[in-house]
């Protein structure tokens, strides 16, 4: 066993503190890595504070994870010392259900194996990335590439797959319409990616105060939801509407923007289910979906994508010592756009 410094939540309500955590043994397939960047993502919090059910604390999160390989087992052959690796949302999956062996393993239908709060092969409970190592089966380890800013990489581990996925599944590209709903961590990366797909990006945000870093990354056009005119400005307009909220939006009004065969998909993840007007889906055969992260291999697509067109996070870098006061941050979303914890105040 290997002890590590880390960062770990022991309440739903008390801050997260500083503490030690073990990693297993290295076995054959497994690979150790000195984690250099952790992002924060909304699910870390909402999991810490016990929103998403019950939690094993003391719990470490974090499932947007870089590093390099500082030590391989005896049978490794995807991954070598020194490589730059990444860790996202899953560390493991049952690899022979259907939804496995067509490598969606995020959908394995005995449930993957979460980078935390999930029961381990071992028994144990996966802890994540808020630590200063992780061993992880190479199998889901990622490489990633060196070309793409090392602080901006780690959420591309679960923000950016997480878009990347839907927009790649339902053809965003040249001579397609995409809508993003929210311009938070999720809603920048979609904006990226939707863009350097080729499709035409509108974004949909509360008010206009982000339109000119939209419009920077890529959006061709920004409305306000608050103005009710935006809503019959747009009708039967978007072939496919990314919605990143985690909070209820107004179901009816959101898909009567979607033109013929046009699809929501919903990313974010409010607690409480979303009321679907039926009427609002006949009309122009529109279909409601979500979509959850990626499989690996998609996640390693995504990955050389970006770093092939040179996009990346937008991050605000953060020592170990201030992620109580992000996570404040996040929750009145005052970021720009990601917070990534510096492991290396950790150590
Ligand atoms: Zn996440
Ligand atoms: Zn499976």
């Known amino acids: 066993m290997l002890t590590v410094n880390a960062i770990a939540a022991t309440s739903a309500t008390d ?6 955590i073990e990693r297993r043994d290295l076995g054959p397939r497994d690979v150790l890595i000195e984690i250099r960047y952790a992002g924060i993502c909304h699910s870390d919090i909402h999991t810490v504070r016990g929103e998403w059910g019950t939690v094993p604390y003391p719990l470490t999160v974090g499932h947007e994870i870089v590093g390099r390989v500082a030590e391989v087992g005896a049978e490794v052959g995807k991954h070598a010392v020194g490589d730059r690796v990444g860790v996202g949302c899953m560390v493991n999956s049952c690899r022979e259900c259907e939804n496995c062996r ?21 028994g144990t409970i996966t802890q994540g990335g808020y630590s200063t190592h992780v061993v992880v089966d190479e199998d889901f380890v990622l490489r990633v590439p060196e070309t793409i800013p090392y602080a901006s990489a780690a959420p591309l581990l679960c923000a950016g797959i997480t878009t990347y996925s839907p927009l790649s599944h339902w053809n965003a590209g040249p001579g397609k319409k995409v809508a993003v709903v929210g311009l938070g961590g999720l809603g920048h990366m979609a904006v990226k990616i939707a863009a350097a797909m080729g499709a035409e990006v509108t974004v949909l945000s509360q008010t206009l105060g982000k339109k000119d870093d939209g419009l920077a990354f890529g959006a061709e056009h920004y409305y306000a939801t608050s103005d009710p005119a935006t809503f019959e400005t747009l009708a039967n307009a978007f072939d496919l509407i990314i919605n990143t909220v985690s909070a209820p939006i107004d179901m009816a009004a959101y898909l009567r923007l979607l033109r013929l065969d046009g699809t929501l998909v919903s990313v974010g993840a409010p607690p409480q289910p979303l009321p679907v007007p039926v009427f609002a889906l006949f009309g122009n055969r529109r279909s409601f979906a979500g979509s959850s992260i990626g499989g690996i291999a998609e996640t390693q697509e995504m990955l050389d994508f970006c770093a092939e067109r040179g996009i990346a996070p937008e991050v605000e870098v953060i020592d170990a010592a201030a992620v109580n006061d992000a996570y404040e941050r996040v929750l009145s979303s005052d970021v720009r756009y990601r917070f990534v914890i510096d492991i290396d105040s950790l150590r």
């Open 15 to 20: 801050p997260l503190v500083r503490t030690t």
């Open 102 to 122: 067509s490598g969606q393993e995020q959908y394995c239908l005995g449930g993957n194996t979460g980078t935390y709060a999930s029961v381990d092969r071992d």
